[in-house]
T-cell receptor, first 115, second 110 residues
Framework: GAGVSQSPSNKVTEKGKDVELRCDPI?????LYWYRQSLGQGLEFLIY????????KSGLPSDRFSAERTGGSVSTLTIQRTQQEDSAVYLC?????????????FGAGTRLSVL | SQQGEEDPQALSIQEGENATMNCSYK?????LQWYRQNSGRGLVHLIL?????REKHSGRLRVTLDTSKKSSSLLITASRAADTASYFC??????????FGKGTRLSVIA
């Protein structure tokens, strides 16, 4: 696609439910990143995929959070048993290759609201 | 603690004035990048400056980097109302994800 695509753009869920957020990176980009941004705050790194390497999960805040990247392309971020503090905008970014060009291209994000 | 921290947190100026935002960081870097975020949108890359560069220009943007002081500045000249956004610096430490600061919220008043 022309850019990074995220879906849904908005998600409202009830506390305790599971949610899945999807990211379609730019075709050919080998690196994919997930961030979380709370209202008026900076970006909190969650997880990073680079090619076929094991993902860097060091930013995941709890074991309720997981992500996978199938076929080196589309990624899904899953939050189990959502809590109100999970409410935030979840941003996905991709880059051509993290080692040679770490310029990141962002999607518009998914705004998650946990009631 | 944050690797990159922007200063000021918020800035309000009149259209036509220049806007300067600063970024300080703690460890050695490969490069430093500036991004812009309009309300409700993702971040957009503006400019990248490598650790061996001191100044870079792109249109109305001027970025400086002082590795001895571990700081960078972003100057927007002749600001426009459309420049209203949040601006983030991000440090590239090499083989790790970029580390973003908390951003500076710029308001340009017409």
């Amino acid at each position: 696609g022309a850019g990074v695509s995220q879906s849904p753009s908005n998600k409202v869920t009830e506390k305790g439910k599971d949610v899945e957020l999807r990211c379609d990176p730019i075709s050919g980009h080998t690196a994919l990143y997930w961030y979380r941004q709370s209202l008026g705050q900076g970006l909190e790194f969650l997880i990073y995929f680079q090619g076929n390497s094991a993902p860097d999960k060091s930013g995941l805040p709890s074991d309720r959070f997981s992500a996978e990247r199938t076929g080196g392309s589309v990624s899904t971020l899953t939050i189990q048993r959502t809590q109100q503090e999970d409410s935030a905008v979840y941003l996905c970014a991709s880059s051509l290759d993290s080692a040679t060009s770490n310029i990141q291209y962002f999607g518009a994000g998914t705004r998650l609201s946990v009631l | 603690s944050q690797q990159g921290e922007e200063d000021p947190q918020a800035l309000s100026i009149q259209e036509g004035e220049n806007a300067t935002m600063n970024c300080s960081y703690k460890t050695s870097i490969n490069n430093l990048q500036w991004y812009r975020q309009n309300s409700g949108r993702g971040l957009v890359h503006l400019i990248l400056i490598r650790s061996n560069e001191r100044e870079k220009h792109s249109g109305r943007l001027r970025v400086t980097l002082d590795t001895s002081k571990k700081s960078s500045s972003l100057l927007i000249t002749a600001s426009r109302a459309a420049d209203t956004a949040s601006y983030f610096c991000a440090t590239d430490l090499g083989n790790t994800p970029l580390v973003f600061g908390k951003g500076t919220r710029l308001s340009v008043i017409a």
